[in-house]
């Protein structure tokens, strides 16, 4: 999906776009070259781009782990 922000939230893959002016955050599975919207994920329209990792990270660092202990941006 093009203009997408990938990120690896503590060892999943996520993607993060704007469309209409909403934030949407999708499950990715770059081995097949699919994603699947999550739809229960909300990002506040207050967060901008510079803040989506945060955000991420802030949501889901119950997921940390010693081998993924944070949000990094991949792309």
Same mark, same amino acid.
């Given at each position: 999906?093009?203009?997408?922000? =990938?990120?690896q939230v503590f060892g999943?893959?996520?993607?993060? $776009?704007?469309?209409?002016? @909403?934030w949407q955050v999708f499950?990715? @599975? %770059? /081995?097949?070259? $699919? &994603? /699947? !919207?999550? +739809?229960?994920?909300?990002? *506040? @329209?207050?967060v901008d781009e510079r803040?989506?990792?945060? +955000?991420? @990270?802030?949501?889901? &660092? %119950? +997921? #940390?782990? #010693? %081998?993924? *202990?944070? =949000? =990094? !941006?991949?792309?």
């Amino acid at each position: 999906m093009m203009g997408m922000m =990938v990120f690896q939230v503590f060892g999943r893959m996520m993607g993060v $776009k704007k469309i209409d002016g @909403d934030w949407q955050v999708f499950r990715l @599975d %770059e /081995s097949q070259g $699919k &994603h /699947s !919207r999550l +739809w229960e994920i909300v990002i *506040p @329209d207050f967060v901008d781009e510079r803040g989506i990792a945060t +955000w991420l @990270d802030d949501m889901y &660092h %119950e +997921w #940390a782990t #010693a %081998e993924y *202990p944070t =949000v =990094v !941006r991949i792309k």
